[in-house]
T-cell receptor
């Protein structure tokens, strides 16, 4: 079955540590996205990638970094510079960037900073 | 820039009753509109979308929505809800990438639908 996988489902981090969230898709989509979800705030865009080896900052990129070395993979690193990283992180993909194209979502990773 | 407002943060309703979840958007150019559903601790699933054409859009699980350009609204409706419809619902708007800030999907704050027996 085609889809998006995210791992791990739950992640605990000590303050000052960097952590990397995995996102893999086998839908052959060009575009991929990372969102952060906090209660009562909807989803906010962290980074997006329109094509392999290219990515752009979204609305809340500070304290995060990404790479897009393969079409299938778009890992997100939460760095120690992110002041409040505890949140639910969602990865998504679409056939091409933006507009009328439906975004497909992974199951999410819940990050908790201890 | 585009924005989305979901007018109700929580909507409690009894099973088999009708429900309407309200969504208003702001945009100076033509829009594409989406409703997504999220069950607890899961990702989002598309319910329905408006791209063009008929303003009444039918989606999965018996949901439908009506695009009203004059009122800049895209309210979601279901004539009879089930316990299994309990979830959070998100309205989202985007525009064509040729426009400034276009292409990005902007989400509302979400509405928690709670269906009670």
């Amino acid at each position: 079955d085609g889809g998006i996988t995210q791992s791990p489902k739950y992640l605990f981090r000590k303050e000052g540590q960097n952590v990397t969230l995995s996102c893999e898709q086998n839908l052959n989509h060009d575009a991929m996205y990372w969102y952060r979800q906090d209660p009562g705030q909807g989803l906010r865009l962290i980074y997006y990638s329109q094509i392999v080896n290219d990515f752009q900052k979204g609305d809340i990129a500070e304290g995060y970094s990404v790479s897009r070395e393969k079409k299938e993979s778009f890992p997100l690193t939460v760095t120690s510079a992110q002041k409040n990283p505890t949140a639910f992180y969602l990865c998504a993909s679409s056939i091409t960037w933006g507009g009328r194209n439906e975004q497909f979502f992974g199951p999410g990773t819940r990050l908790t900073v201890l | 820039a585009q924005s989305v407002t979901q007018l109700d943060s929580q909507v409690p309703v009894f099973e088999e009753a009708p429900v309407e979840l309200r969504c208003n958007y702001s945009s100076s150019v033509s829009v594409y509109l989406f409703w997504y559903v999220q069950y607890p601790n899961q990702g989002l699933q598309l319910l329905l979308k408006y791209l063009s054409g008929s303003t009444l859009v039918k989606g999965i699980n018996g949901f439908e929505a009506e695009f009203n350009k004059s009122q800049t609204s895209f309210h979601l409706r279901k004539p009879s809800v089930h316990i299994s419809d309990t979830a959070e619902y998100f309205c989202a708007v985007t525009t064509d990438p040729i426009y400034n800030q276009g292409g990005k999907l902007i989400f509302g704050q979400g509405t928690e639908l709670s269906v009670k027996p």
